[in-house]
């Protein structure tokens, strides 16, 4: 109890400089969701509603345990308010000060009183940053009383229609921080800074009760306090609130996403003697960001390319309160993808978050609310005012949109421009505004099309929209490459970065994704990686390597091409390593065989060059070929891997130990008995239906069948040939379908198929049934550990890899990687299971492999991201199906998401081996 007591004192009031002259913080809540201050409470309406209890404070009430959860409309209790009282005492050496009390946000209408007396008007608007000069009603000499009415539903019917009649979680309460800023009477309320590329610097000191003769001197600074250029300054005139500086900087390292260079400046306000009166200290960016017509978007007279994703400020246990680490988290997960920019959708995020963006890079769209309805001009004049005064400093934000898809105030966009010095592009999302077209989920066509004949620069500022596992990285290589073929094009964001589940305090901690509406995530609630994770970080890489397999007459030499927009590869880096890979019986991992590093390679942007790899004199020797790149923090931006052999069959040393094979067979079976291993084959169908060996009995059975054809047996053939045994199912001429079985003993039983298909189909190869209930795992060698979709085959890794059975379905339960699934380029799987393991291998590249059908998500309403699956448990197939988005059925995705097509009228011919020893 003692150490708690000294911690809330030893938080509850510091300073950001020892010195009365800076401005003091006294927090009267926690600083995030890690850090709270209790509250007393009282909720009118749901959970623990009508009596007094405490509550952690900043939070959502919901995720403390108290009132209604609603998402889209407040149809639960929509009356619902909640009452906050907290005491605290103010330093008597503040009493000379002008004081502030700042709630960084409360969901959604707040009134505030300080020792029962109103600290202003009631605030409407329940993401925004307000404050209250509340001076004159606090009592120095004790304790005093803050008091805070939250009501879910505004006053404002406006507010409500923009904020709480939404695609998203409408929580309640006071969820950023609460704090008091302690100035002196004479004082910098803010300041607003225009740094542009070419050195110039702008500064608008926003002063409060400074007399005229007073003076606003600045000195920019690096990080470490060391001053670059000269002090400027500014006297104060009569009794004007802004004082304009201006200054010249040469030299100085320009802010980008890939080069965030960071500078601060240190702001005074001194009477006319030179005496110091009031400090402040903000960090900012030298960089000119805007937007060129018919032509696209620049930042430092560079055209830059947007690799965004839209984000929702969430976390299941504590819903839109979030922490500094959290933040910083996950602007590294969006720079992790090669994302180089954020739309904060659809309300401004913490401050921290924006820092982040500011250190570590992503270039941002800052939205006011208004998912698809308007606040009055009235409200909306205040939030406008609220919104870019706070963030207005920020070298990450570019650009402002007003609303979101048709919550778009038009007399609102003027504003933005009041308080932004630099004067940012405004857009309004989903519209075609002020030269941009910010189209939601275009088709793949509406791409071509906007390309051929689009006057304005491109950039939709939600596409590719995520359900369960599709959208994402489904359809965007495609999707990409044509955006990229725009000459107007400025990239896009992505729909969306995190699934948005909640915990439900309601339901015993149920994980809540509201059906179909918010599993859109790349990542789920938790940040776990979806597959399309991985396939955006290959398809954005800023190093691109387009070589899918490698040439036979390969020599080390690796084409390579600079996507980036200011940074040349001679700053990036690169690691190769040449790997042998275990085979099915082995518990080893791979085997280093050679490995090594280079320099990056002197490349500009758009570039294209020749990485050598110093191979050895063996390599073909080895398994697999891996090259890494690396940014220039040492980053991974992806690795590339590249199988050296080709599929074969199993090396058998059994040759010595040939034992008879036994044929026997009844009205309606044959079974054969060879090296101990008993095969049982239907005689109506031609297949195989039993195995036995000496461990257990093996039910695989109905195979090979035709993937998505049904097959008539015309003659069930078996016959010795030499020292070998055929069976040789012959099916009708409709078919197209032959199979041959190959029984030797001592070796491994082979399988020859061919098909020939038709038309175009969902997916093409053979299947067996196994039942699922008897899988456990799978080990296999080939690309993983994801499985894929046909319009969604980059992000894996050529290796040997080992998945534990699940029935994870994507966006409802997490457990990744998903194993039921498409894999591809498979040579050679183990399927574990509670009988006998058995390892079956390939004889050809591009094999795809199926593991059994994903169930279909409860929540989905429609198939688009429900793909169809052959009729059987095990597949090897040629061709698979695609996956759509929340609103595209695949075939809107573009050419890979096409069905497939039997190339040039020749048969698709394969083998494969079993070993069920």
Not at 78 to 83: C, F
Request: neutral net charge.
């Amino acid at each position: 109890m003692i150490k708690k007591l000294f911690f809330m004192f030893a938080t509850a009031f510091f300073a950001l400089n020892v010195e009365a002259q800076d401005t003091q913080y006294q927090y009267l809540s926690g600083k995030d969701k890690d850090h709270t201050v209790n509250w007393d409470f009282f909720v009118n309406t749901g959970m623990k509603s009508g009596v007094w209890d405490k509550i952690q404070v900043p939070s959502n009430w919901e995720q403390q345990g108290f009132g209604t959860y609603n998402y889209y409309k407040d149809t639960q209790n929509p009356e619902e308010t909640g009452q906050y009282k907290y005491k605290f005492r103010v330093p008597k050496s503040s009493a000379d000060k002008e004081i502030f009390i700042v709630f960084e946000a409360a969901m959604t209408e707040a009134e505030v009183k300080i020792n029962g007396k109103l600290a202003g008007p009631i605030h409407q608007g329940g993401f925004y940053t307000f404050q209250y000069n509340i001076t004159s009603l606090l009592n120095f000499d004790g304790e005093n009383l803050l008091e805070v009415k939250v009501s879910k539903q505004s006053t404002d019917k406006s507010v409500n229609n923009a904020e709480r009649k939404a695609d998203f979680w409408l929580f309640g309460g006071i969820f950023r921080p609460v704090y008091l800023k302690i100035y002196p009477k004479s004082h910098i309320d803010r300041i607003a800074i225009d740094a542009k590329a070419n050195g110039s610097f702008n500064l608008d000191a926003y002063t409060e009760n400074a007399v005229a003769g007073s003076v606003v001197k600045a000195q920019v600074q690096k990080l470490n306090g060391e001053k670059v250029g000269v002090e400027i300054s500014s006297k104060i005139i009569g009794q004007n609130p802004v004082t304009a500086l201006k200054g010249q900087f040469n030299e100085v390292k320009l802010w980008n996403a890939e080069s965030p260079n960071l500078y601060q400046v240190v702001v005074t306000l001194t009477d006319a003697s030179g005496k110091l009166i009031h400090r402040t200290k903000q960090k900012f960016g030298f960089r000119t960001a805007e937007l060129r017509p018919h032509d696209g978007f620049y930042v430092n007279n560079k055209k830059v390319i947007f690799k965004g994703v839209n984000r929702h400020s969430e976390w299941p246990e504590s819903g839109r309160t979030l922490s500094k680490t959290l933040n910083i988290t996950d602007v590294k997960l969006i720079k992790e993808m090669n994302m180089n920019a954020v739309r904060m959708s659809h309300y401004p995020p913490d401050p921290s978050f924006l820092e982040a963006c500011d250190s570590l890079g992503l270039y941002v769209i800052n939205e006011l609310t208004g998912w698809q309805a308007k606040y009055d001009t009235e409200v909306g004049t205040k939030l406008v005012k609220e919104l870019v005064v706070r963030d207005v400093n920020h070298p990450s934000i570019v650009m402002w949109a007003n609303g979101n898809e048709g919550g778009f105030n038009y007399d609102l966009d003027y504003l933005y421009a009041k308080y932004d010095n630099q004067k940012r592009l405004v857009i309004h999302p989903w519209e075609r505004f002020n030269g941009t077209d910010t189209k939601h989920y275009p088709d793949y066509n509406y791409v071509v099309n906007t390309a051929l004949h689009g006057n304005d620069v491109f950039f939709p500022t939600e596409f590719m929209h995520g359900l369960h596992d599709g959208g994402h990285g489904a359809g965007l290589d495609d999707f990409w490459s044509m955006m990229m073929k725009h000459p107007y094009a400025a990239g896009g964001f992505l729909w969306s970065f995190a699934d948005e589940g909640v915990i439900r305090l309601d339901r015993n901690g149920e994980m809540d994704i509201q059906g179909n509406a918010a599993p859109d995530g790349i990542l789920g609630p938790h940040r776990e990686k979806e597959g399309s994770f991985y396939t955006i970080k290959e398809i954005w890489s800023p190093v691109q390597i387009a070589m899918k397999d490698l040439p036979a007459n390969f020599d080390g030499k690796v084409l390579v091409e600079n996507q980036y927009s200011f940074t040349n590869l001679n700053q990036c880096s690169f690691e190769w390593k040449l790997s042998n890979l275990p085979n099915p019986a082995a518990n080893n991992q791979q085997s280093l065989v050679a490995s090594g590093k280079i320099k990056g390679i002197t490349l500009s942007p758009g570039e294209k060059g020749f990485l050598s790899i110093p191979l050895p004199a063996n390599w073909k020797s080895s398994d697999v070929l891996y090259l890494t790149a690396f940014d220039a923090f040492k980053q991974e931006l992806f690795t590339w891997s590249w199988a050296i052999k080709m599929p074969a069959a199993p090396i058998t040393n059994n040759a010595n130990s040939k034992s008879k094979m036994d044929v026997s067979e009844t009205g309606k079976a044959l079974t054969l008995v060879v090296d101990g291993i008993s095969y049982q084959f239907d005689k109506k169908t031609g297949y195989i239906q039993n195995v036995k060996n000496a461990k257990s009995e093996i039910s695989i059975s109905g195979g090979p069948a035709l993937a998505g054809v049904k097959c008539e047996l015309k003659e069930f053939k078996h016959y010795a040939s030499g020292d070998d045994y055929i069976i040789e199912p012959i099916y009708n001429n409709e078919a197209k379908f032959k199979v041959k079985w190959i029984f030797s003993s001592g070796k491994t039983v082979k399988l020859d198929y061919e098909y020939s298909v038709s038309g175009e189909v969902d997916f093409m190869g053979i299947t067996f049934n196994y039942p699922e209930e008897n899988i456990t795992g799978m080990k296999w060698e080939g690309n993983g550990p994801y499985r894929v979709w046909k319009n969604r085959l980059k992000g894996t890794t050529f290796g040997v890899w080992n998945n534990d059975f699940n029935n994870t379905i994507t966006g409802e339960s997490w457990k990744y990687p998903e194993f039921k699934g498409y894999y591809s380029n498979v040579y050679w799987v183990t399927v574990k299971n509670k009988q006998s393991p058995f390892t079956i291998y390939t004889s050809k590249k591009g094999t795809f492999f199926q593991m059994l059908k994903p169930q279909k998500a409860a929540g989905a309403t429609n198939n688009n991201t429900t793909p169809v699956f052959p009729d059987g448990d095990l597949g090897f197939l040629d061709g698979i199906s695609a996956i759509g988005t929340k609103f595209q059925a695949a075939e809107k995705l573009g050419p890979q998401s096409q069905k497939n097509m039997q190339l040039n009228y020749s048969w698709n011919k394969g083998s494969l081996w079993f070993d069920f020893k």
